[in-house]
Nanobody
Framework: QVQLVESGGGLVQPGGSLRLSCAAS????????MGWFRQAPGKEREFVAT????????SYARFMMDRFTISRDNAKNTVHLQMNDLKLEDTAGYYC???????????????WGQGTQVTVSS
C-alpha cells in the first residue's frame, strides 16, 4: 500500500521558517517525481515545487522562488520543503504527491498525502 505522510507544519510568524517533510512507503521511491502543492481555504490546490526521482531536477512556482527549497533523500524515502521568509499568504494546507514526471500539473501526480497545515500569523 502506497502511503505519503506529511509533517512539520505549524504556526509561524511572518518572516519565519518551517521545514516540511513527507515520508513515503510502499513504493520504489527513487522512481517517482515528488511534488508539493498547497491549498488555502476557498482556493484551488496550487503547485509549489517538484523534484525528479534522481533529485537532479527541480522546479518551483514562480512566486516561491528563492524562499522555498525542495529536496529529497532517496535513502530515507523522504522529501522536504524548506520554507523561509514565510508570508501571511503562505497559509494553507500543504500536500506532497508522487508522480511519474516532475511537472507543475497536479493531474500528473497519482498518490497524495493527507496534508499538513501551515499557518502564518502574527
Amino acid at each position: 500500500q502506497v502511503q505519503l505522510v506529511e509533517s512539520g507544519g505549524g504556526l509561524v510568524q511572518p518572516g519565519g521558517s518551517l521545514r516540511l517533510s513527507c515520508a513515503a512507503s510502499g513504493l520504489t521511491f527513487g522512481s517517482y517525481a515528488m511534488g508539493w502543492f498547497r491549498q488555502a481555504p476557498g482556493k484551488e490546490r496550487e503547485f509549489v515545487a517538484t523534484i525528479s526521482g534522481s533529485g537532479f531536477s527541480t522546479s518551483y512556482a514562480r512566486f516561491m522562488m528563492d524562499r522555498f527549497t525542495i529536496s529529497r533523500d532517496n535513502a530515507k524515502n523522504t522529501v522536504h520543503l524548506q520554507m523561509n521568509d514565510l508570508k501571511l499568504e503562505d497559509t494553507a494546507g500543504y500536500y506532497c504527491a508522487a508522480g511519474w514526471t516532475a511537472v507543475p500539473d497536479l493531474n500528473a501526480y497519482h498518490t497524495w498525502g493527507q496534508g499538513t497545515q501551515v499557518t502564518v500569523s502574527s
